[in-house]
Every structure is written in C-alpha cells, then in structure tokens.
C-alpha cells in the first residue's frame, strides 16, 4: 500500500524543504493570500491529509471541507490562526515552530525599544530629508535606554530573551507579569514577578511579547494605558489585537505616553487608513518579528519536519496541541 499522502502547503516553502515533501508525498502549493491561488487551495482540501503554512485563517468551515487532515503544521510559533476547538474535536494535530525564533523575534523587540527611544528612525529621516543643518537640539534628543525599567508582558521564550538582552546587556532592572512566576538562572535577581498595575506603574518602557488568547485579547485598554508612568513608552511585538489601538491612539494623542514601537497590528497588513501608520510618535513595523533569511528558513525546516513526522506516524518534534 502506497504510503504517499496529500499535502497542502499554503506558503511558499524553500525549494530544498519542499523537495523534502515531494519525495515522499503528493503536494499542491496554493496560497490562499493570493487571490488567484485561493479556489486552489480549497479545491484541495478535500483530500488532504497535511497542511503546511502560515498567516492565513484556517475556519472550522476550512476543516468541514477537508474531513481526510490529520495535521496542521504551522510554520509560526503563534497560533492565533488556526480554531483549537475544532482541530481538537477532529483529531486533528496542530505543529508550531518554538524555539528557531526566539532570539530573532527579542532582537527586534529591542530593535524597537532603541528606535522609539532613541528616535532612531524620525532621525535617519532628518538627515535623509536634507533637514540636518545644524547641530540638533534639545528638542531632537532621546532618552536613555540603559539603567531604564523595562516591564515585558508575557514571560516566555521570547519575553526571557528580551529580558537578556535588557539585563545583561543593558543594566536595564526588569519586571515582567506572568500568570506564574519562571526561574530563569541567569537572570537571577534581575527580573522581577510583578503584577500588571504594578509593573505599568513603575516600567519606563513596557514591551509585550503576548500570545494572542481569549486572556490576552485586549488586555492593553485605556485604563492600563492610563496606568503606565507619564512619558513611557510602549512596545508590541507578540499580536496585534492584545492592545486596544483606539486606547493606545488616545495616550499617545494627549502626550501621556512619549512613543510606541509596533510590529504587529489589530489588522494585518495594516489598513492603509490606520492612524497609526504614519503617527508621527509611532515606529510602525510590518510584523518582521521573525523575518530573517535564517529564521524562516529554520522556521520552514521544522514546520516541514514536523509535517513528515506526523504523516510517518511518529510523534512530531513541536506539537502544539494533539
Ligand atoms: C510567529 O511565529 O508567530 C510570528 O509572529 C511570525 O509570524
């Protein structure tokens, strides 16, 4: 019997990863972003055992229509995208690539934590727009961001690794809200279990590095805003909808907060008509978390792995739920 399955990968895939699955499988690629690609993609989810992919909705109605899968393999440590329940329900295995990210995705974190701070990009544009004609001011200077308190929501992979880099690398005292506190030896005494008002309250800089759940959705609104010190500022790099955007809009509009660094948004791409798309205290990235050549080629090696593994009937390597 013909061990061969089908499998759909709905984002592209590095040649040499997806010559892996061919080897051994029968693959459609179709990307359902892609207008053209879309009737593609669902055409071929009724016979498919395995999906690969990322940054696309996967529906309960995606999973009524493709009754053969057996496993979903994200190339994406987050898994916003994809109805827990229902895969639950079905059987269905849900893969995710922890881990080959996480030093990446702090790096732009703090990326972000030096340009608002610093002013990084308002700068390069003073030079690059011939405005540099003179010594710059006071009114051009930033803030320090070494010795500063950093608060960081959300205490996982990601969250400890921008700890790191604050603590160890910075001087930088750190608190962080959990639901548990984590014991990281080499932040030993450096990084404090705080609960949220707490850490809003006495963080010069909050960097949230937040899965998207239903306890995270929105956890950023106008009262949490309103709690953090006059002149912090705040940074998103875990999802989009944990921040209420109007509340964020509304505390950087009456200069409560000094500036906000955000690589991910409510709605992504961002809507062209956003206001805080060309805000002029907004850093606006367009979720390049983990967007370097290694990292997403690491990212679609294991979620590849992790595919062949689940069809092979082996355990996969990281399986979120199933
Ligand atoms: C992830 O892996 O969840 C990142 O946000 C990449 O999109």
Same mark, same amino acid.
């Given at each position: 019997m013909s061990t061969r399955r089908n499998v759909v990968v709905f984002r592209e895939l590095?040649?040499?990863?997806?010559?892996?699955?061919?080897?051994?499988h029968d693959v459609v690629v179709a990307?359902?972003?892609?207008?053209?690609?879309?009737?593609?993609?669902?055409?071929?989810?009724?016979?498919?055992?395995?999906l690969v992919g990322s940054s696309y909705a996967i529906t309960p109605a995606l999973l009524d229509i493709a009754p053969q899968l057996r496993v979903v393999s994200s190339i994406s440590v987050g898994v916003d995208n994809y109805p827990l329940a229902a895969l639950r329900e079905r059987g269905i295995l849900l893969c995710h690539t922890p881990? %080959?990210?996480?030093?990446?995705?702090?790096?732009? %974190?703090?990326?972000? %934590?030096?340009?608002?701070?610093?002013?990084v990009v308002e700068l390069a544009n003073h030079v690059r727009e011939g405005r540099w004609s003179r010594n710059i001011g006071e009114d051009l200077f930033g803030w320090d961001v070494n010795g500063k308190t950093l608060g960081i929501l959300g205490f996982g992979r990601i969250g400890q690794a921008v700890a790191r880099r604050a603590a160890l690398g910075f001087g930088m005292p750190v608190r962080y809200h959990n639901p548990h506190a984590v014991d990281v030896p080499e932040l030993a005494g450096r990084a404090l279990h705080t609960p949220l008002d707490e850490l809003l309250a006495t963080s010069d800089i909050v960097a949230a590095t937040l899965p998207l759940t239903d306890e995270t959705r929105g956890l950023m609104g106008p009262r949490e805003f309103a709690l953090m010190k006059p002149g912090a500022i705040f940074v998103n790099g875990g999802r989009g909808a944990t921040v209420q955007e109007a509340a964020l809009l509304a505390a950087l509009d009456s200069g409560h907060l000094r500036a906000a660094g955000l690589d991910v948004f409510a709605t992504e791409p961002l809507p062209l008509e956003s206001p805080l798309r060309c805000h002029p205290r907004v850093t606006a990235l367009p979720h390049i978390g983990?967007?370097?050549?290694?990292?997403?080629?690491?990212?679609?090696?294991?979620?590849?792995?992790?595919?062949?593994?689940?069809?092979?009937?082996?355990?996969?390597?990281?399986?979120?739920?199933?």
């Open positions: 590095p040649d040499d990863q997806l010559a892996r699955l061919t080897a051994l990307n359902p972003r892609k207008p053209e690609q879309k009737a593609a993609f669902e055409a071929a989810l009724p016979r498919a055992h395995g881990g %080959v990210l996480t030093e990446t995705t702090a790096d732009t %974190v703090f990326a972000l %934590v030096m340009a608002t701070n610093r002013r983990s967007a370097t050549h290694e990292t997403r080629y690491a990212m679609a090696r294991l979620a590849t792995t992790n595919l062949l593994q689940a069809l092979a009937g082996e355990r996969p390597q990281a399986v979120y739920a199933g």
